[in-house]
């Protein structure tokens, strides 16, 4: 359908009003940065005087100790949990989409509930049995937390995209001299590399934001995350508030996302078509 002018315009009026209305809280919070201590109760929403001391103060100031080992702990332990996710994920979801066994509903059913599942009821428990195991304030003491949070979402997610590829392809390659795994790993994987970007973002994004987890399950920066290191910020003094260098903080731990989003956004788009179409 050819859209009229008219159309076209009013369309993009509202792009632009959806585009000024999802980031102008991510613009707010890089205005606050940008003010002096002095400032951020100015009620401007421009900062008067821009500065980069809430930034100098995270990267190589008072607050460098507590940030910097936060965001190298933040990337490592999501990506790590996202990579285990998308593994396990992916040969579970090809599992429930080829196979046909008992109780395959009841596995997607179980992992849509342990997705939605609050986190906070299970954290105390969980305190505790790290600390008599020794789990307690290390990496692997919240990466397999954090697979409890990805890998349900990334099996539902990637058997939708399973489903959608054909299956005579998978049998023509046997057909070929292929081996079941061959078949696999040559045939349908490389026809399920969007749906495997998509669902490892989406996993990503969900370790990366996790706060119940990093702020019950450490105690040092160890292991502790940038959510959960955010919450240790203090003023140069007893009665000033961190507010700029935690809107500091929330920027900076905001670009590994965007990057990402626009390194695959390509791969995001395709992936998320491709689910969403039925075959």
């Known amino acids: 359908m050819r859209l009229t002018t008219r159309q076209k315009v009013a369309w993009t009026i509202i792009a632009v009003l959806v585009v000024v209305y999802a ?19 100015s009620g401007t929403f421009l900062p008067p005087h821009p500065t980069w001391e809430n930034y100098t103060q995270i990267l190589v100031g008072s607050a460098q100790s507590l ?3 936060a ?19 992916t040969f579970c979801a ?9 109780g395959k509903r009841i596995i997607l059913t179980t992992a849509l509930g342990v997705s939605i599942f609050p986190v906070i009821s299970i954290v105390t428990p969980l305190f505790n049995l790290w600390r008599n195991i020794g789990l307690y304030d290390t990496w692997p003491g919240l990466i397999i937390p ?6 349900p979402i990334s099996i539902w997610t990637l058997s939708a995209f399973f489903r959608q590829i054909p299956w005579e392809l998978e049998q023509a390659a046997q057909v070929d001299g292929a081996t079941p795994w061959q078949a696999f790993r040559k045939a349908i994987v490389p026809l399920a590399a969007p749906g495997v970007f998509t669902t490892a973002l989406i996993a990503f994004f969900i370790a990366w934001n996790d706060f119940v987890y990093g702020i019950s399950l450490t105690s040092t920066s160890a292991a502790r995350p940038v959510p959960a290191a955010l919450a240790f910020f203090t003023g140069a003094s007893y009665f000033e ?23 695959f956004q390509r791969q995001i788009v395709s992936g998320l078509t491709q689910g969403a179409v039925k075959g």
């Open 241 to 263: 508030e961190p507010t700029g260098a935690i809107s500091a903080a929330s920027i900076i731990v905001t670009i590994p996302v965007v990057i990402l989003v626009v390194l």
């Open 146 to 151: 954090y697979l409890s949070l990805t890998l």
């Open 94 to 102: 090809y599992a429930i989409a080829r196979l046909d066994f008992p």
């Open 23 to 41: 980031l102008f809280p991510v613009l707010s919070i890089f205005m606050t940065s940008l003010k002096a201590s002095s400032e951020i109760n």
């Open 67 to 69: 940030f910097l080992p």
């Open 71 to 89: 965001l190298r702990n933040s990337i490592g332990i999501s990506l790590i949990a996202t990579a285990i996710a998308v593994v396990l994920a």
